[in-house]
T-cell receptor, first 118, second 111 residues
Framework: GAGVSQSPRYKVAKRGQDVALRCDPISGHVSLFWYQQALGQGPEFLTYFQNEAQLDKSGLPSDRFFAERPEGSVSTLKIQRTQQEDSAVYLC????????????????FGPGTRLTVL | QKEVEQNSGPLSVPEGAIASLNCTYSDRGSQSFFWYRQYSGKSPELIMSIYSNGDKEDGRFTAQLNKASQYVSLLIRDSQPSDSATYLCAVNQYNFNKFYFGSGTKLNVKP
């Protein structure tokens, strides 16, 4: 596609509910990233995929967060038993190159999913 | 200490002036550096990338990198009201592909 797409754009969940956020990267992009952005802050790294391999998940805040990219394209970020502190904008980004891509690691962001946990 | 530090602003400049945005980073191993613009309620949009010391110009934007001082800056010439946004600095090490973002500097360009 022309750009990174994410769905849903907005999600309201009751505390304790499970949610799934979807990301469609730019076609042909090897790398995919998930970020969490709180109001007034910069994006915080959550996890990184190169194709279908999850190479870094060090930013996931707890074991309630899980991400997958089974076919190396679309990715899903799942949050189980949501808590109020999970309320944030979840951004997905993709880049052309993989690890060691050097100058090809420019990231392009999707529109984000705004999650509100009540 | 945060990996990437930016003054939160707001930085106010009159229309037509030069806006200067600054960023420092803590990891000397950082190899690639990016500036993103983020309008309120929107996602970050890539403006510039820079990989080597010195200046890189693209239209009204100039990115400056000084690895010895661990300092990156963005100059916006002939600032326009449409440039009013939050500007995010991001740094990366190739080997780890983890990007660190600053909290952003809010820029207001007054007509």
């Amino acid at each position: 596609g022309a750009g990174v797409s994410q769905s849903p754009r907005y999600k309201v969940a009751k505390r304790g509910q499970d949610v799934a956020l979807r990301c469609d990267p730019i076609s042909g992009h090897v790398s995919l990233f998930w970020y969490q952005q709180a109001l007034g802050q910069g994006p915080e790294f959550l996890t990184y995929f190169q194709n279908e391999a999850q190479l870094d998940k060090s930013g996931l805040p707890s074991d309630r967060f899980f991400a997958e990219r089974p076919e190396g394209s679309v990715s899903t970020l799942k949050i189980q038993r949501t808590q109020q502190e999970d309320s944030a904008v979840y951004l997905c980004a993709s880049s052309l190159g993989g690890r060691l891509a050097g100058a090809y690691n420019e990231q392009f962001f999707g529109p984000g999913t705004r999650l509100t946990v009540l | 200490q945060k990996e990437v530090e930016q003054n939160s602003g707001p930085l106010s400049v009159p229309e037509g002036a030069i806006a200067s945005l600054n960023c420092t980073y803590s990891d000397r191993g950082s190899q690639s550096f990016f500036w993103y613009r983020q309008y309120s309620g929107k996602s970050p949009e890539l403006i510039m990338s820079i990989y080597s010391n010195g200046d890189k110009e693209d239209g009204r934007f100039t990115a400056q990198l000084n690895k010895a001082s661990q300092y990156v800056s963005l100059l916006i010439r002939d600032s326009q009201p449409s440039d009013s946004a939050t500007y995010l600095c991001a740094v990366n090490q190739y080997n780890f592909n983890k990007f660190y973002f600053g909290s952003g500097t809010k820029l207001n360009v007054k007509p």
